[in-house]
C-alpha cells in the first residue's frame, strides 16, 4: 500500500505493539523507516510508539529504543524521542519543533486530553534529558536480518525473572545432547533433517511475512506446500538404495537449499531498495516473496521426506520399537529446532546466522553417515 503512494501522506501513525516479538519487530526496522521515508511528504511526520516511559532504564530498554532511534535516523533526517505515556518516535524529513505547547497554543487547537497540564508534565526536563542519553546510546540498527530490539527484549525479560540463560533453551540442549548420545546411524540423519526442515521452514515463513504482511490464509497454503512435499519425498526416498551414502547425498542437498535460503532471505529483505517502485515492479515485489517462499518450503519438504524415507528402510524396522526409535528422532529434532531458531538463534544472532547453523548440522551429519561414525549401531 505505501510502496504505491509514494510521497502522498502529511501523517502516518504506527499503532502496532512494541517490538518485543519477531512478529513485530519488522514495523520497527531499518527497512521500514526506509519505506515510510518514501511514502510521506517532504514536511510530513511519521510517529511510532516505543513502548511505556520507563521509570528506571534498564540498559536493554536504553538498548531497544536506541536500535530503533538508529534504525529510523538512517532513513529520516530529524528523528526525536518525545516523552508521554508511550515513548514517542517522531521522525521526519523537516526540522522538528520543540516547543509543543507553545505550538498548540499558536494553532488555537483544542483538546481533550493533551492539555497544558499534561504537557508540561510529560515534557518535563528530567525525562526529555533521559530519552536523548537513550538516543546516544551505541547500537546497531534494528533490522529485518538483525533483529536487535526483540534480542534486547529477551535479555530484559530474562533479567527480571533472574535467569542467567533461558531455561527452556537449557533443557532443549540438554535434551538434543542426550538424543545425539542415544542415537542409531539411521536416526542421526533424522535428527538432522527434522530440526533444519522445522528451522528453514520457520526461517522462510518468518522472510515472507516480512515482505507481504502477516500471514493468515498465506500460512495454510506455504505449511500445504510442505506436506505437499513431504509426501513426493517420501515416495522418491524409496527408490534408490537405503545406503548410509546415499543418505549422506541427500542431506548434502538439504544444506545446499539451506544456502538458497539464505541468499532468499538476503533478496527478500532488500527488495525495497533493489526494485524501482514503477508498477511492473511492484506486481513482481508482491509475487516473488509468496512463489519463492512456496518453492523453497515445497523443496525442504521434497528433501525431509526422502530422508525419513531412506532411514526408515535403513533401520530394516521388525520390532516395534524401532519405528518409534525413527519417529522419536525426526520428532525431537524438529521440536528442538522451531524452539532454539525462534526463541534464542534468530533474537540474538539473526537469521543469517540460524540457517548457517542448520546447514552446519546437516553437512555435519552427512560427513558423520557417510564415514559410518554416527551413533550406536
Known amino acids: ?40 511528504s517532504s514536511v510530513g511526520l511519521v510517529a511510532v510508539p516505543l513502548g511505556a516511559f520507563p521509570q528506571y532504564v534498564s540498559q536493554e530498554t536504553a538498548r531497544t529504543f536506541a536500535a530503533i532511534h538508529t534504525a529510523f535516523a538512517s532513513e ?34 483544542a483538546t481533550t486530553y493533551v492539555r497544558r497540564s499534561f504537557l508540561e508534565s510529560a515534557l518535563a526536563p528530567s525525562r526529555i534529558e533521559t530519552l536523548e542519553r537513550i538516543a546516544n546510546v551505541q547500537t546497531p540498527p534494528n533490522t529485518n536480518l538483525f533483529p536487535v530490539a526483540v534480542h534486547q527484549s529477551l535479555r530484559r525479560w530474562l533479567r527480571e525473572f533472574e535467569d542467567p540463560f533461558p531455561m527452556l533453551e537449557v533443557a532443549v540442549l540438554v535434551v538434543v545432547a542426550m538424543a545425539l548420545f542415544m542415537l542409531r546411524r539411521a536416526e542421526a540423519p533424522l535428527f538432522a533433517a527434522g530440526f533444519s526442515s522445522a528451522a528453514l521452514e520457520y526461517v ?48 548434502l542437498g538439504f544444506a545446499f537449499l539451506a544456502l538458497l535460503e539464505l541468499g532468499f532471505v538476503a533478496l527478500i529483505v532488500q527488495l525495497d531498495v533493489i526494485l524501482p517502485a514503477t508498477a511492473p515492479m511492484l506486481l513482481f515485489r508482491r509475487i516473488l516473496p509468496t512463489a519463492g517462499g512456496l518453492l523453497l518450503i515445497w523443496s525442504l519438504g521434497v528433501a525431509t521426506g526422502a530422508v525419513f524415507s531412506l532411514c526408515a528402510r535403513l533401520s530394516r524396522i521388525s520390532t516395534e520399537s524401532r519405528p518409534a ?17 525462534s526463541t534464542l538463534l534468530v533474537p540474538t544472532f539473526g537469521l543469517p546466522a540460524a540457517v548457517l547453523a542448520a546447514a552446519g548440522l546437516l553437512v555435519v551429519a552427512a560427513a558423520q ?9
Request: aromatic share 10%.
Open 325 to 341: 526409535r525413527v519417529y522419536a528422532a525426526d520428532f525431537i529434532g524438529g521440536a528442538a529446532g522451531a524452539i532454539l531458531l
Open 204 to 251: 522462510a515463513l518468518l522472510t515472507v511475512q516480512i515482505a507481504v504482511g502477516a500471514l493468515y490464509f498465506l500460512t495454510t497454503v506455504l505449511v500445504t506446500a510442505f506436506m505437499i512435499g513431504l509426501l513426493l519425498g517420501a515416495h522418491w526416498g524409496n527408490r534408490p538404495a537405503s545406503t548410509q551414502r546415499n543418505i549422506s547425498y541427500i542431506l
Open 76 to 109: 529520516f533526517r530529524y528523528v526525536r524521542l518525545v516523552p508521554s505515556d508511550v515513548v514517542l518516535l517522531i521522525a521526519s524529513h523537516a526540522p522538528l519543533g520543540t516547543d509543543i505547547i507553545a505550538e498548540l497554543q499558536r494553532r488555537n487547537l
Open 369 to 377: 553417515t557417510a564415514g559410518g561414525g554416527v551413533g550406536r549401531r
Open 1 to 40: 500500500y505505501l510502496l504505491e503512494r509514494p510521497r502522498a501522506f502529511d501523517a502516518i501513525l504506527v499503532t502496532v505493539l512494541p517490538a518485543t516479538t519477531l512478529l513485530a519487530n519488522r514495523f520497527f526496522t531499518r527497512e521500514f523507516a526506509r519505506l515510510l521515508s518514501r511514502s510521506i
